[in-house]
């Protein structure tokens, strides 16, 4: 059975940091690009960054660019998000996709390319 799941949400403070990872099951994540996504309520779901099959090439939103890093482990068949100087603004339900294509284009606005969607993980900044 082919699935994605994420964890490692959480309630955090303003500055602080999480880790979300999103683990792979069925398939080898290395074989193509996953994204990290996220929707906040009452707002379109928007990609924040993605890791890409070929030459492991990391793209970021311009939002989290230099707070965020997007890695992976092949042992462990799992993509990292981690996310520092966390901000009121990156509340939301964070998830992962899988894109067949391996190129990561067009992340930022996820398309019916993207599959394998899993259930999400809430992260939540506030004092």
């Known amino acids: 059975q082919l699935h994605l799941v994420e964890s490692g949400g959480g309630l955090v403070q303003p500055g602080g940091s999480l880790r979300l990872s999103c683990v792979g099951s069925g398939f080898f994540l290395d074989y193509y690009g996953i994204g990290w996504f996220r929707q906040a309520p009452g707002k379109n779901r928007e990609g924040v960054a993605c890791l890409s099959s070929r030459h492991n090439s990391q793209f970021y939103i311009d939002a989290v660019k230099g707070r965020f890093d997007i890695t992976r482990s092949i042992a462990n068949n799992t993509v990292y998000l981690q996310m520092n100087s966390l901000q009121h603004e990156d509340t939301a339900v964070y998830y992962c996709?899988?894109?067949?294509?391996?190129?990561?284009?067009?992340?930022?606005?996820?398309?019916?390319?993207?599959?394998?969607w899993g259930q999400g993980t809430q992260v939540t900044v506030s004092a």
């Open positions: 996709a899988r894109d067949p294509a391996g190129t990561c284009g067009g992340f930022e606005s996820p398309s019916g390319r993207w599959n394998y």
